[in-house]
């Protein structure tokens, strides 16, 4: 019985993780040799098996050395415990087409393998079962024979004396005398390349087995709790006797949120500790319920000014060091009357911020000052509202630890009770099936069992982004017609569940809605346009213009000179801004667009963050996320009154709430006297808040999108110009890359697809028959992929990066555009 007859019998053991590259002649259709390796893998247990079918049909080893570095190599993974690239090449896979090379083909094979072992893969190289028996075969398996230990680690030798592939006489295995028939490729699989692979993953070590899951205990570290229940007398401290003095203004015995909690309403209400409290790697976490915000609102405290948690008047919570000046403040608003869970963890210069049992944000902290703490509240700058269940430990407590703090809700007072942690069984999803409209969303709501569960996270995501969208409280919303399944995985246990949501079509709003300016920044003299009405811009002389930018040009700002001016003032409160931006250096404050140097403008902080400030001095608000140098990004602000959100690169980043009712008024892109350094691309400002839709199309999978933002769909294509099926390459006919790039040049001028350049799906708006097919033509004009468009979309997830020609076919006539496929 063949070896591979007894896989199933194999005794179960923990199997290392395999990411499989296979390049060169490597087709993964059902019967193919990598299909039935993936499947005798799983077979033998190997359960963690990643697969990425790179090359084609047709690709030779000129191609591969070309994109080994840009292809083949980031396909590699640390998270894998081997990585293989497995690939076989023929006697006339040399750029010289069918005439034999063989010395040209050592030198790129060489190449080749060299790259792949510098970058960490193992290489498993086959000698290709070819079909044919031209001259010069015999001299490319002796080249083979004599050189695999430089082109490969281990060698599959197909074309071995008498075997099955040594000519093309045996019919079993060639099902046309010249290529290899199912039967073939999957003896090829079995026969041949499994076993070299079981070799090679026999000598690599399996992965340890992951660590017993131990109990979170909340006793260990800690070193001082203040339930804060006590009606007179000192705060006791449960821990170790730091008990504190309560300053009489303190109302105590108030609905706490365990218990009693103490209530601070005025300057003079501190508790004042017996001892100082002085950590660098601490945790510190408690109840609060703001009453009103008038100034900061201390917490803990040692100094008015410094060595504090407080809530600063911007109504965010913020940690400042023992060194005066070194704040690090998290924007996310509380509301008043509301009951928080709060807790900071540190660990040496990491602070992470978790509220209400969720990690908020994490930052770096600039030297290692420490904290020290001698108060709650602070005697003359204190808390406004209620304080309860109080800890500090000194230690960063875990998310899980935090969780349990927080008790989905409930809160956990020392000693804490039971920490034992109750594991996830299952999970729903409700409803089980829904419907939602393009641009209106719907929730979903995860239900994990059991109730008493410790950890009810669940992970969302949407199995075609391209239909709708999840964020991870489980709003779906649609972006174009068809079904998409979406997911609740939870975090313990990996149970999972899912919807069925279908988008229906509908009209959404018009990107045009509400645009109040717009510009291209596409010219190269005169003013800056403004797309969406009359307010063209006057560009000072400085700007550098016809600058590469994300979508045609751009204008390079590049000194405090540079600025675009408004001839009218914009000022809006519920707005939106887009922008694309690269940015070049920054040594100071870089304005975007403002209407004064200090204040009313948006801009990149000197520490890399974006920032917002109204036309009132010092209501900033800022997002502490790095923009990378010399990089596109696209950000989008969003206002809806005092609701500030910040979306990068087509993803929501952050919220901030806004104090008082300010709006913004801006007079210019860049500012003369503090502008940007970097170039600004395809900036646009609304009157009302995008949706994360809107957001979405205008970054376009990292394209962009452009005034009047309009796809250009089948009904809006002229029919009677479109091009006849007649002018491409019917199946199986090639052409030479100079004839091919002509017929390029006469296919339909506008896309009728998108995106592009693509990824793994192509959408085609309008089109809801699935009579209507789409054929897929690489630079030969041979056809690699023909289907009917479901749901408005074509899966070419199977392409190979490179440029194709898209041919849509319908009632007789074809519409074809080139596409870059990604």
């Avoid at 919570?317 to 060194?323: V, Y």
Wanted: proline letters at 3%.
């Amino acid at each position: 019985m063949l070896f591979f007859a007894l896989a199933i019998f194999v005794k179960a053991q923990t199997k290392p993780s395999i990411n499989i590259v296979f390049d060169g002649d490597s087709q993964t259709s059902q019967g193919t040799y990598p299909a039935r390796i993936l499947e005798l893998l799983g077979l033998n247990g190997y359960t963690n098996v990643r697969s990425i079918n790179y090359a084609v049909s047709g690709q030779n080893t000129w191609a591969m050395t070309y994109d080994v570095s840009s292809q083949v190599v980031p396909r590699y993974s640390s998270s894998y415990n081997q990585n293989i690239v497995m690939y076989y090449i023929g006697y006339n896979d040399t750029w010289s087409g069918s005439s034999v090379n063989t010395g040209l083909l050592r030198d790129y094979l060489v190449t080749y393998y060299n790259k792949l072992k510098s970058a960490g893969f193992k290489v498993i190289m086959i000698n290709l079962p070819d079909g044919t028996n031209h001259d010069g075969v015999n001299a490319i398996n002796s080249m083979y024979a004599a050189d695999y230990s430089k082109i490969s680690d281990v060698f599959v030798n197909c074309r071995e004396s008498g075997g099955v592939f040594e000519n093309n006489t045996n019919s079993t295995y060639f099902s046309d005398g010249v290529h290899l028939s199912n039967t073939g490729y999957r003896y090829l699989a079995e026969h041949y390349v499994y076993p070299k692979l079981s070799q090679l993953l026999g000598s690599v070590t399996p992965p340890p087995p992951p660590p017993p899951t131990t109990t979170p205990d909340l006793n260990s570290g800690l070193r001082n709790y203040y339930k804060l229940d006590e009606a007179s007398g000192d705060a006791i401290d449960s821990k170790s006797a730091n008990n504190g003095k309560v300053s009489a203004g303190i109302s105590r015995g108030s609905a706490g949120k365990i218990g009693g909690g103490y209530h601070f309403d005025d300057n003079s209400d501190y508790v004042s500790l017996l001892s100082d409290i002085t950590l660098k790697t601490a945790s510190y976490s408690f109840w609060i319920k703001i009453s009103n915000i008038t100034d900061d609102l201390l917490i803990l405290s040692d100094v008015a000014h410094h060595s504090r948690i407080f809530v600063g008047a911007n109504n965010n919570l913020k940690l400042e060091t023992n060194t005066n000046g070194q704040e690090f403040a998290f924007y996310n608003g509380f509301s008043t009357s509301v009951w928080y869970h709060v807790s900071l963890t540190r660990n040496d210069n990491t602070v992470k911020y978790y509220r209400n049992g969720s990690l908020i944000g994490t930052i770096t902290m600039q030297g290692s000052d420490g904290l020290t703490l001698s108060q709650i509240g602070f005697n003359g700058r204190s808390f406004r509202g209620t304080i309860d269940e109080l800890g500090i430990w000194t230690r960063a407590l875990s998310q899980d630890e935090v969780s349990l703090l927080y008790n989905s809700g409930s809160g956990k007072s020392y000693p804490f009770g039971s920490t034992t942690t109750v594991a996830v069984t299952g999970v729903s999803v409700d409803p089980s099936s829904t419907s939602v409209g393009i641009g209106s969303s719907v929730n979903l709501a995860a239900n994990v069992s059991p109730s008493d569960a410790t950890n009810k996270t669940v992970i969302w995501k949407s199995g075609n982004t391209g239909i709708a969208t999840v964020n991870t409280n489980g709003v779906v919303t649609g972006i174009s017609a068809g079904t998409a399944t979406i997911t609740a995985t939870t975090q313990d246990g990996g149970k999972v569940a899912s919807s069925q949501v279908t988008v229906t079509a509908g009209a959404g709003t018009s990107l045009t809605t509400g645009l109040s300016l717009y510009y291209k920044f596409d010219e190269t003299s005169g003013k800056a346009n403004d797309e969406a009405g009359s307010n063209d811009g006057t560009v000072s002389a400085e700007v550098r213009r016809g600058s590469p930018g994300k979508i045609n040009g751009a204008y390079l700002f590049d000194s405090n000179n540079d600025y675009v001016l408004f001839p009218s003032l914009l000022t809006h409160k519920t707005a939106s801004y887009s922008f694309w931006l690269n940015i070049s250096a920054i040594t100071d404050d870089l304005l975007i667009m403002g209407n004064n140097a200090y204040y009313s403008r948006i801009f990149i902080g000197i520490k890399n963050n974006i920032k917002m400030e109204t036309n009132t001095n010092g209501q900033e608000y800022a997002f502490y996320n790095p923009l990378s140098m010399g990089t596109w990004h696209h950000v989008v602000l969003t206002r809806t009154d005092n609701t500030l959100k910040l979306y990068r690169d087509g993803k929501y980043v952050n919220s901030v709430t806004i104090s008082g009712s300010n709006s913004l008024s801006l007079s210019q892109v860049g500012f003369m006297g503090r502008s940007f350094k970097g170039a600004i691309d395809e900036l646009g400002i609304w009157n009302r808040a995008l949706t994360d839709v809107d957001v979405s199309r205008l970054y376009n999978s990292g394209n962009g999108l452009s005034y009047p933002f309009s796809t250009q769909s089948l009904g809006a294509i002229n029919k009677s110009t479109a091009t006849e099926t007649s002018t491409i390459a019917e199946p199986g006919e090639t052409m030479q890359p100079a004839e091919a790039a002509a017929k390029l040049e006469e296919t339909t001028p506008k896309s009728f697809f998108y995106p592009n350049p693509a990824g793994n799906d192509l959408y085609f708006p309008g089109v809801s028959s699935e009579q209507v097919r789409v054929s897929i033509y690489d630079m030969h004009g041979r056809m690699v992929l023909t289907q009917p468009v479901v749901n408005n979309s074509v899966d070419i997830s199977r392409l190979a990066r490179g440029v194709y020609l898209v041919k849509l076919e319908d009632a007789g006539k074809t519409m074809m555009h080139k596409m870059m496929k990604e």
